[in-house]
């Protein structure tokens, strides 16, 4: 018998304002981008064979149960490890021979690992809700990176709407769409700063944010009296940054909807500051960058995105600004549609 083809595409995704605050219980504010991943499989077999537009070669017999989480960290070719990852939390019996190829620039931010294990799983045959494929997603993830990240990537890229940013409440795991406004473009910049320190110091700050939560409670509310008795100058900025940010990400999206691009630039602004100065996840050339955009007429505000230790800065700007020649590696990116089978 032969089986259709399967393609699957799944986006990657950018966050306008609210990093930092998914693993603490906090609001996010991201878009589904229309860079992305496809696989296409010809389903069959116990073993998966992917080739990748690089003609390297994964090979992998499945189901992987035996596998330790320790092996994934070193598997070869190393986007194979998110394959594998998610072929693992699968359980796959059943695997299949194809391609993977991708639009996103890789490690740079834009969660092209995330969208390879949400696109991998679709093509594996998951079936469950986006919320179900995000959960799956952000517990591919973990195991393949070890890195203890929170829930706002595999949930937009999941859940995306063309045209749409996505408000998040991480604690409820709810989102709503917020229409993009005619009157702004996003744009993703690189630093040219690979994110070297991330992982580590990731787990360090989202530490840090437990342990200031147990002393003031969950820090999306917390009272900001509170925080600044906490008897730690280091715990009181973390804590600190993620109750502010989730305000400017509330205000943000009530803006976006308002048509207020001006206002959201401010809080973009305001976003880098406190991610530089209160949760110092900033380098100085991401510095420089929101610096050099901010003074610029045609943008409304910039602020890195993601995890920070490099990686992109995400702009807001006038439709029609053209910021590839302020650095090369750029991209002016669309609100896309979720992870799906073509
Ligand atoms: C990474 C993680 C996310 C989130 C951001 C910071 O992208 O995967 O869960 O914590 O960093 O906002």
Redesign the pocket.
């Known amino acids: 018998m032969v089986t259709e083809t399967l393609r699957s595409w799944a986006p990657g995704r950018v966050?306008l304002i609210?990093?930092?605050?998914?693993?603490a219980g906090g609001l996010?504010l991201p878009m589904a981008i229309n860079l992305g991943t496809t696989v296409t499989l010809q389903p069959g077999g116990n073993t998966l064979h992917l080739r990748s537009a690089r003609r390297q070669s994964l090979h992998l017999d499945l189901p992987l149960g035996g596998v330790l989480a320790e092996d994934l960290t070193t598997l070869e070719p190393a986007w194979g490890r998110f394959v594998a990852a998610a072929a693992l939390e699968l359980a796959s019996t059943v695997g299949g021979s194809g391609e993977v190829t991708t639009t996103l620039p890789v490690g740079a931010?834009l969660?092209s690992s995330s969208s390879l294990e949400l696109a991998v799983a679709l093509a594996l045959g998951f079936d469950g809700s986006p919320l179900e494929l995000a959960r799956f997603g952000q517990r591919a993830?973990q195991v393949a990176s070890g890195?203890p990240?929170?829930?706002?990537?595999q949930l937009t890229i999941a859940a995306g709407v063309a045209g749409h940013a996505l408000l998040i409440d991480c604690a409820t795991e709810r989102h709503r769409a917020v229409r993009m406004p005619d009157s702004v473009e996003v744009w993703v910049l690189h630093s040219g700063v690979p994110r070297r320190l991330a992982d580590s110091a990731?787990a360090e700050r989202r530490r840090a944010t437990e342990v200031a939560a147990r002393l003031v409670g969950p820090l999306a509310e917390a009272s900001l009296d509170d925080i600044e008795a906490i008897d730690d100058p280091v715990l009181v900025r973390r804590a600190r940054h993620v109750r502010t940010e989730c305000d400017r990400v509330r205000v943000a999206a009530a803006a976006l909807e308002a048509d207020d691009p001006t206002e959201v630039g401010q809080l973009m602004l305001q976003s880098h500051a406190s991610l530089r100065d209160d949760f110092n996840v900033s380098v100085p050339e991401l510095d420089h960058l929101v610096l050099e955009l901010s003074s610029r007429g045609d943008v409304f505000g910039a602020r890195l995105t993601?995890?920070g230790f490099g990686g992109c800065v995400v702009v807001l700007a006038r439709p029609g600004t053209d910021l590839s020649t302020v650095r090369s590696d750029s991209w002016l990116v669309q609100a896309g549609d979720g992870a799906r089978l073509l």
């Open positions: 966050n609210g990093d930092h605050t998914d693993y996010v931010g969660s993830e890195v990240s929170g829930i706002m990537d990731y993601g995890a």
